[in-house]
């Protein structure tokens, strides 16, 4: 059974940084691209970042583009979130999410499993 695992989600002042993992076992990390969402209060659920299977591409969401960056470690079983520059408009619970194809594919419905968040609180 695939599990995904976040964590690194705290309170942080704006202007800030953190940095997201999600760990992955179960499937062969390597057979999986990964993504990030995040959903606030009241909003849907939106995209935030994406990593194909090898992590040489990498595809990010306008709000994010230049401030966030996601990579993979093949021998953690670990994809991250990088966040700098963060403001409170990024405060949600951000997911991790994994899909067989593959392939950098930016709608949750292409997505396979799902971890169970992780929040990131930014103040102003």
């Known amino acids: 059974q695939v599990q995904l695992v976040e964590s690194g989600g705290r309170l942080v002042q704006a202007g800030g940084s953190l940095r997201l993992s999600c760990v992955v076992s179960g499937r062969t990390f390597s057979d999986l691209a990964m993504g990030w969402f995040r959903q606030a209060p009241g909003k849907e659920r939106e995209f935030v970042a994406a990593?194909?299977?090898?992590?040489?591409?990498?595809h990010y969401a306008d709000s994010v583009k230049g401030r966030f960056t996601i990579s993979r470690d093949h021998g953690k079983n670990t994809v991250y979130l990088q966040m700098n520059s963060l403001k409170p408009e990024d405060t949600a619970v951000y997911y991790c999410?994994?899909?067989?194809?593959?392939?950098?594919?930016?709608?949750?419905?292409?997505?396979?499993?799902w971890g169970q968040g992780t929040q990131v609180t930014v103040s102003s």
């Open positions: 990593i194909n299977w090898s992590g040489y591409t990498t």
């Open positions: 999410a994994a899909t067989v194809s593959g392939h950098l594919v930016s709608h949750g419905y292409e997505y396979d499993y």
